[in-house]
């Protein structure tokens, strides 16, 4: 669970608000997108896993720190790693850093219950809960091994 | 089709951007507020017509004129209207107003196809198709008859 | 601080996610909305303490634990205290309820520093201070003291 | 004019909504992606024109044709053109494509106004409109030459 994923994103128009810096509840969008590329990245498709596994990350519970607020068009890293995996539970957590790897601009983290269609506790099966585990990432070049 | 339903709203926080009024696409959010309440209004549940009669309204095409920008914690008026509605295809338009009448804020309409589970088109079936069609208030007192 | 305001709320549309229930960042928009009705209550105007006294209420940190999630369409109650409040310092915690005051839904704090326009921590002057110490309701009808 | 600018763009979960797709607001946020990487890649930094300029592109009416639906994590391509430049008028078309270019998936476009800080009619001085009149890509490599 050393692997990190990095994730470039910039911020939209659309993710301001008036105080001129990005609304608070946008970086909970940003860590979902940190949370499935590092997926994706150790070979996991969330989007198969739902639907050919029918499992599911619900939110249990998010944290962020905001430290220095994000303005309009600026570029950062969001940095993501699975914390924890067992059983049912799973928690990532999230730095956004600047593009220089200066920062962090905000941390957070979140825990997950993975569940079925009806809402159920259910065990992520097999390859998906052997990559998670694993952790090693399936596309060296994209990635940066800690 | 001659019912209109109103509905007031206010402008949330998360709902500007950093030029200080509301960003353009939220408008399109408040329409679907308007749809579903005028829905509600003449005694049609869009949620219950989703997961009874499996009918979905997916938009077809969209349309909102910006008049003058709707600025944080402003409270405002959606008044929309049902104009058209014959086998699969209704529209909607949609007036913002302020709360004294005076406006129009911004104007719009949406355009809309029924479609079932698997996506195609579908008949609404009895008694959301009879009561789209007559647009009778359920609550007169609710809503403003024209 | 002890006073506490209830804040009414309905799901839209747009807040739901593809699976069937709220997308978890929304529930960050919403604490933001009890926030300032909270503000409201106690005769502070959020919109008007940013233009008249330019401070700002900028997010230091924020939590949110999902309980059971919220479905489209259906209405709650989120309950919002000021937790604290020293120097540039806020606090405030959110209950999400059914309507009938069962649950919790979701819990949630966010905690907050008050910065001027040039993004400095700034005191919050009178009356606005006053009134957000002494929690005073200022429409008792609207809320309910606890 | 003629210039066309090709965005590729990735459906976020936030995106979706219960019905399985993509909310149909989030179409005219993509636009927004899609105005400002244009703007980038014709040498105008969207950012600067607001904050050294004073210049605020505000939004006269956007309009939106659904063709098909897109779904979660779908990779696609906004292809924007200025189509419209004359005094402080502006007008944007959007085509929303899948990577191999088939589609479109959607097609849209907005009308602007060219307005000051004080919301009044404001000419985009040199060298931003010279830029956006010539529609000469500043870095040939990253766009289609149509």
């Known amino acids: 669970m050393k692997f990190e994923h990095e994730q470039r994103l910039r911020v939209r128009y659309a993710e301001t608000d008036q105080m001129g810096v990005v609304y608070y509840a946008n970086y909970l969008t940003w860590f979902e997108v940190g949370r499935v590329e590092y997926c994706r990245a150790i070979g996991v498709l969330y989007d198969e896993m739902e639907k050919a596994a029918k499992c599911f990350l619900a939110v249990v519970e998010a944290n962020c720190r905001y430290h220095e607020p994000l303005t309009y068009d600026t570029e950062f890293v969001i940095r993501t790693r699975l914390t924890h995996f067992k059983g049912v539970f799973l928690a990532f957590d999230y730095r956004l850093l600047n593009l220089d790897g200066s920062g962090p601009l905000a941390v957070g983290w979140t825990k997950h219950i993975v569940v079925g269609q009806n809402g159920k506790p259910k065990k992520i099966p097999h390859p998906y ?3 998670l585990k694993s952790g090693t990432p ?6 940066e091994q800690v």
């Open 129 to 131: 809960a052997g990559l």
């Open 138 to 143: 399936a596309f060296g070049s994209e990635v």
